[in-house]
Each structure stands twice: as structure tokens, then as C-alpha cells.
């Protein structure tokens, strides 16, 4: 049931979106971090370079996220999560463009600004493009995803009009964005498709990625590796959803992917989300030192420090092709400097 490279970027048009991405994004060879790790041919897919307030990930979500607002008309956009979240900073940075009021509800956690330490990498930006803040103890999952949706009747009821970026409407729009990336990444590496494509995904990167790999019958491997372990069966959610997303873009992926072709590696996330680990260290200064490239601590960097580690341990094996989709999330280096610098 594969499709054609030209009918999915066709069906990819039927999706109402926004213009909010530098594309395409550059896939350059890693030719000093492939020598450094060994018998392997890394190449990176600029994600970080998408534009938009610093580029990631977010921004090609965006534009079908934010595209279902502004063809609801839509006056305003709910979004939530950590304190240093990228896609807060990203809707902060696209409702300022479309001329949309942005509220941020944000969690309260260990990067918040206290006395003595104010605002720092996303959350200064999201101050910086306008959003309202409002702040939650709750933490991230469920319970998070409760006290969004109780923001949102709040708000409302006080007579605004409010999309709410979330659930698995948010995440199936988002993936669509990376529906088209992968498309963007086949044309791009035309006869020589990769072995593997190592990413940090755990939503709607991962969803989109995988469907598009189930829609045009690719044989390179996508290897997300979690930022966070949810309270959720993420394997299972995805497995759920890629139908959602294909049924978006109007084509046929019942009962796909089958499981053995989800590969989430939960392994590097270390004792928390967005707490960065030693292995998170090495690979952002390795890449920084043997590629001019910047990662980061929550995200990027761990995606990074497992690629190192495949490669080390042999699960990548020797003289295989790699293409490490960066994903973004450097303003929170900032946020990094006493843990990049101890
Ligand atoms: C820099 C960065 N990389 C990766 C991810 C994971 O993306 P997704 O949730 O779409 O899979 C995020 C999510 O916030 C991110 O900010």
C-alpha cells in the first residue's frame, strides 16, 4: 500500500497550514563527528535552522497546528508545559506573526524565575513576543493536560476565543508537519536513503516521521529517542495514530505501523526530563567541538548522546549511514551554564 513520493506531497496540500518555516532546512554531512565516532557516515537534517524565534522542531508543527486556528478564526491560542518548553517559545513567536493573543500556561518547576534569578532562554522569549503567562504546580501528563483544558473554559467564559493546542487533534496536525519533512529529507537524499534516522521524538515528530516512512514504504529505520517517559503507552499511542494522520491527508494506513516497526528508546532520558545527563554533556560538546553545531541539554543532546552510544556499542553497525534529524531547543542552553560548566 506504499504511495508515491509525488502523491503524498500532494496529499500534504489538502492540509490547511500557515507559512511560518525557513524551507527546505539543509542536510549536511558531519564529516569530524562521523571521524570521531568511528566507522560511520553522520549526516544532519538542520531542524534547529526552520526559523522562527531560533527554529526547532515546533516550527513545521506549527504550521498545521496554527493553521486549524486561524481557519477557525480563531482570536487566540492556549498552549502549556515546562517552564523552558520550545513549543511555548515557537506559538509565542507564530501567534505574534498571525496576530494572535498567545496564553501560556507553565509549570512551575526547577527553571522557573525566582527572586534574584529572572526570566531566562524560552521563557524570556516568550515575555519578549507578548504571551500571557499563567502558571500550574501540576506536573506534566494528565494532570497538566487538566489544568489546560480548565484554563481554557476560564478563559472563555470571560469571553475569549481560544484554540487550544493540544490532545491528539494537536498532535495528528503536528505530525503532518513531519509528513512533509520526511518528504523534504527523501528528495534531499535522493538514491542514497540512510540506514537510520536517529531523532529526539516522542509525539508528534515521532508520528509524522513514522507515517510517512509507513506511506511511502521506506526501508531506513527511525529511532526516536524519548526526551521523557510518559504516563501513557507512547509505543501504543503512536501505533494508535498513524491512521489519525493518514486519515488527515486523506490516504490509507489502516492498521499500520506494525509494532516491531516502532523504535522509542526511553533509555536516555536519566533521572528526569530536561535534566541533562553526563552522556547529554559529551554529545552537546562533541558535536559543538567537531562541527561548529550547537544541541541541547533537554532534547537534542540526549538524541545525540544515544546515537554516540549505538554507535559505540555496535547497535549502529559499522559503515552504516545515519542522519541525525536536529530538532532544535538551544535558547535553553542559557538555562544550562552552571551544569555546562561545572
Ligand atoms: C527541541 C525539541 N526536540 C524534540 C521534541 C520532541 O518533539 P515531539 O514531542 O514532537 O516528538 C521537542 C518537544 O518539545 C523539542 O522541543
Known amino acids: 500500500m506504499a504511495y508515491t513520493l509525488e502523491q503524498l506531497e500532494e496529499a500534504l496540500g489538502s492540509v490547511y497550514s500557515v507559512r511560518l518555516a525557513h524551507l527546505p532546512t539543509p542536510l549536511e554531512p558531519a564529516p569530524r563527528l562521523s571521524a570521531a565516532l568511528g566507522d560511520v557516515e553522520i549526516w544532519i537534517k538542520r531542524d534547529d535552522c526552520t526559523g522562527l524565534a531560533f527554529g526547532g522542531n515546533k516550527t ?141 521524538a516522542s509525539t508528534a515528530t515521532h508520528l509524522g516521521l513514522v507515517t510517512a516512512r509507513e506511506a511511502l514504504g521506506l526501508r531506513t529505520r527511525v529511532e526516536a529517542i524519548a526526551p521523557i517517559v510518559w504516563d501513557y503507552d507512547a509505543r501504543l499511542d503512536l501505533q494508535r495514530h498513524v491512521p489519525t494522520v493518514a486519515a488527515l491527508l486523506g490516504i490509507d494506513l489502516i492498521g499500520k505501523p506494525n509494532a516491531e516497526d516502532i523504535h522509542l528508546d526511553e533509555g536516555y532520558v536519566g533521572p528526569a526530563y530536561a535534566v541533562m545527563t553526563p552522556e547529554a554533556r559529551e554529545a552537546i560538546e562533541l558535536t559543538a567541538r567537531t562541527e561548529g553545531i550547537l544541541l541541547d541539554p533537554a532534547y537534542s543532546g540526549k538524541a545525540m548522546a544515544a546515537l554516540i552510544d549505538h554507535v559505540r556499542r555496535g547497535v549502529v553497525p559499522p559503515g552504516s549511514k ?21
Open 60 to 200: 513545521r508543527q506549527l504550521e498545521y497546528t496554527m493553521g486549524q486556528a486561524v481557519a477557525g478564526y480563531y482570536k487566540g491560542v492556549l498552549q502549556g508545559a515546562a517552564s523552558q518548553s520550545n513549543h511555548c517559545r515557537q506559538i509565542a513567536a507564530a501567534a505574534a506573526q498571525l496576530g494572535l493573543r498567545c496564553h501560556l500556561l507553565l509549570q512551575r518547576d526547577s527553571h522557573a524565575p525566582t527572586p534574584g534569578h529572572p526570566a531566562q532562554g524560552n521563557l524570556l522569549l516568550d515575555s519578549l513576543f507578548g504571551a500571557e503567562i499563567h502558571w500550574t504546580d501540576a506536573p506534566l501528563g494528565k494532570a497538566f493536560d487538566e489544568a489546560k483544558k480548565a484554563l481554557a473554559e476560564k478563559l472563555r467564559a470571560e469571553g475569549e476565543s481560544v484554540y487550544l493546542i493540544g490532545g491528539v487533534t494537536g498532535k495528528a496536525y503536528g505530525a503532518v508537519g513531519y509528513v512533509k519533512a520526511m518528504c523534504e529529507m527523501v528528495r534531499q537524499w535522493g538514491d542514497s536513503a540512510p540506514d537510520y534516522l536517529y531523532t529526539c
Open 322 to 342: 545515519v542522519v541525525f534529524l536536529h530538532t532544535g531547543g538551544t535558547p535553553a542552553l542559557f538555562c544550562y551554564a552552571d551544569e555546562l560548566t561545572a
